[in-house]
């Protein structure tokens, strides 16, 4: 499994963005697939997976009620709609493939800063 994250770029707080996840190979034993950022020097940060099967989502409280995360089937993309950003939003976002209960594929990242 390929996945490929873009979508990342400068935007002011309270702005928006949507990142995009395009998965390609063996997608079909996928159960989820799940977002997550990190800033340099901390731990990654879980923010939110979907369903692959049901569209059913789960979100990091850190998250909920400003970033969506949604997934279309037929272009095996999957995305986070990013609302009202704030600058410590700040960091690298990845998007991971999740197979019986491990993410297994990680994306490269793509990159999203919020100015002030």
């Known amino acids: 499994v390929q996945l490929q994250a873009s979508g990342g770029g400068l935007v002011q707080a309270g702005e928006s963005l949507r990142l995009s996840c395009a998965a390609s190979g063996r997608t079909a034993s996928t159960d989820a697939v799940g977002w997550f950022r990190q800033v340099p020097g901390k731990e990654r940060e879980f923010l939110a997976w979907?369903?692959?099967?049901?569209?059913?989502?789960y979100y990091a409280d850190s998250v909920k009620g400003r970033f969506t995360v949604s997934r279309d089937n037929a272009k095996n993309t999957v995305y986070l709609q990013m609302n009202s950003l704030k600058p410590e939003d700040t960091a690298v976002y990845y998007c991971a493939v999740r197979l019986r209960s491990v993410y297994a594929y990680w994306g490269q990242g793509t990159q999203v800063t919020v100015s002030s």
């Open positions: 979907v369903s692959w099967n049901d569209g059913s989502a």
